[in-house]
């Protein structure tokens, strides 16, 4: 079965500061691998997928997420954080076998001046 | 116009009515998602459909139901609303390994 994990229920970084928001995830196949961000009263908007190749894999606003198979883990990072990047950001995973993609619980980020 | 298309953006419905959200798309994707985010809890999967005569149920199923009126419509019904339906749903589809969009939410209140 399917899952996905974010530890944290918030992350707090001073604008400046690299920040990294955790995800790992369990499937039976190869993953594919996503993140996504939620703004206020908003939809959920794309950040970056893994699908396959390098496992650096990078998005929209300057954010990249590394894939690490053997710790079946794909965090979030950016090198220096945005007061504007404060939001609530969620995890994704479908395995290749054409199943169905899952959520993370979410992660809050507070980016303070 | 949006990609993905969720109707009504917001309700109220008394305990016990019939409510049905309505999900559009125009990206002539197969796969069609309905999820209910609570705070918390992320998003939850509801049911999902990989094409028109396929519907699956999710982690979360009970107490509603889906109809996949056309590729392009998918809709979620709640036949008997109780007030722990209050949330926040969305809508979303996909193709193969591509990302999935995603409507704009309905906000859904029961009282």
């Known amino acids: 079965a399917q899952s996905v994990a974010q530890p944290e229920d918030q992350v707090n970084v001073a604008e400046g500061n690299p920040l990294t928001v955790k995800c790992t995830y369990s499937v039976s196949g190869n993953p594919y691998l996503f993140w996504y961000v939620q703004y206020p009263n908003r939809g959920l908007q794309f950040l970056l997928k893994y699908i396959t190749g390098d496992n650096l894999v990078k998005g929209s606003y300057g954010f990249e997420a590394e894939f690490n198979k053997s710790q079946t883990s794909f965090h979030l990072k950016k090198p220096s954080a945005l007061v504007s990047d404060s939001a609530l950001y969620f995890c994704a995973v479908r395995d290749s076998s054409a199943s169905k993609i899952i959520f993370g619980s979410g992660t809050r980020l507070s980016i303070r001046p | 116009d949006a990609d993905v298309t969720q109707t009504p953006r917001n309700r109220i419905t008394k305990t016990g009515k019939r409510i049905m959200l309505e999900c559009s798309q125009t990206?002539?994707?197969?796969?069609m998602y309905w999820y209910r985010q609570d705070p918390g809890l992320g998003l939850r999967l509801i049911y999902y459909s990989f094409d028109v005569k396929d519907i699956n149920k999710g982690e979360i199923s009970d107490g509603y139901s889906v109809s996949r009126q056309a590729q392009a419509k998918f809709s979620l019904s709640l036949e008997s609303a109780i007030p722990n339906q209050t949330a926040l749903y969305f809508c979303a589809t996909h193709r193969g390994n591509t990302e999935a969009f995603f409507g704009q939410g309905t906000r859904l209140t029961v009282v």
């Open positions: 990206k002539g994707h197969d796969r």
